[in-house]
């Protein structure tokens, strides 16, 4: 049963940097075939899919949040973080992590976490 798990600040000040990882356990984010995702939902909104590191290390990011994104990974750790420049109250959201399947399912997503923009 994979597993993850976000961590990071709950809180952060405009125009700083918002940095999050995700811990997978139960299956590595080597293993192919997988790309693992950050999608976050702002309050009264939809699902939005931010970006993603897949199993050979490669970054794909949604065009209008590309300039200010950044996913990294640690296979030592079994991580993969997200870091966003440059915030603003409207990056206030519910951010997951996400396992998503080369197929286009997502099989499994982290609890999530509430990060909220303000000074």
């Known amino acids: 049963q994979v597993q993850l798990q976000e961590s990071g600040p709950g809180l952060v000040s405009p125009s700083q940097t918002l940095s999050l990882t995700c811990t997978v356990s139960?299956?590595?984010?080597?293993?192919?075939?997988?790309?693992w995702s950050w999608i976050r939902q702002p309050p009264g909104k939809g699902l939005e899919w931010m970006g993603a590191?897949?199993?050979?290390?490669?970054?794909y990011y949604y065009p209008s949040l590309k300039s200010r994104t950044s996913i990294s990974r640690d296979t030592t750790k079994n991580q993969f973080t997200l870091q966003l420049n440059s915030v603003t109250p409207e990056d206030t959201a519910v951010y997951y992590c996400?396992?998503?399947?080369?197929?286009?399912?997502?099989?499994?997503w982290g609890q999530g976490t509430q990060v909220t923009v303000s000074s």
């Open positions: 139960g299956g590595s984010i080597t293993t192919n075939d997988y790309y």
């Open positions: 996400a396992r998503l399947s080369n197929w286009g399912t997502i099989g499994y």
């Open positions: 590191i897949a199993y050979s290390g490669s970054t």
